[in-house]
């Protein structure tokens, strides 16, 4: 029977295959502070939700005892099935569009914005493929009424529910602000480490490898900081869609909503536990 199984030594397959399971590892060890975040930065989509928490731990505390010993982990297998065709899609179609662009290893600026452009329309096309389970995982997720008050028993039951209120458009509610979240968190990112490359790296002090661990966690905390507010903005569009009462009639009504019911603190609700998500990630990935 082993000589069946002798593609998975295959040096693509077998990366393919440690890959997935680092990414389900660190998905599953996250999840619960993912869904607390989740819920947080979505539960005011409506004016009354079934229950309102007032911080990750209110969560974390008494989640459990409301949909039970596993509910931290609710949607955490989409959110670990997601990497298949995620990488499927990289590999045999984001190189094709990247292909399409002629990009250098020169470094001046005419080759940057080409590469940028190429990697985003990259991206997009990838996001494409995977966005309805992104779209299942966060309605699964930020649902914290008790079990018996509970939206959706299962992503099948959610997916049905979302074609028949919208059709194919209901899966892909909040796209364009998620490709223009993931724009600003890589550029964020990559002009954050380029500055800290410029800068401090160059002094003693930030040399050791204790240093960089910290440096590269804040530069990912900063980064998704800074794109937070689009994250939040897509994920109540994405909480909203299929209602037969629609609370908001667009982006901008979301962001004026927002605006005057929470304040700018609305857009960053949750936002502490992209710090917990980012340092224990890396960890995690230490020793891995």
Known sequence: MA?????LHHEPWSSFISGFITHTAIKTVLAPIDRAGVILQTQDYTEAPVVRYNSATEVLKTLPSKQGKLSFWRGNL????RYIPNQLANVYLAGRIRSVFKVSGSGDTSNLVTRFIS????SAAVLLCVYPLDVAYIRLAADGSPATLLENQGPTDLLSQLYKSGGVSAFYSGFFL????LSVYRGSYYWLYKLYKNTLSKRKEFAGDGAKFLMSTLIAV???????PLDTIRKRLIMDEGRPKRH??????????I??????SGFFKGGYCVLLREFIGKLILLFV
């Not at 998620?178 to 979240?181: D, E, I, P, Y």
């Open 222 to 228: 900063a980064s998704a900081l800074i794109s937070y």
């Open 119 to 122: 990697s985003e329309l990259a």
């Open 259 to 264: 605006l005057e019911r929470e304040g700018i």
């Open 78 to 81: 989409i959110h670990c099935l």
């Open 248 to 257: 908001y009639t667009g982006i901008f009504d979301c962001i004026a909503k």
């Open 178 to 181: 998620t490709v223009l979240a």
């Open 3 to 7: 000589e069946h199984f002798t593609f």
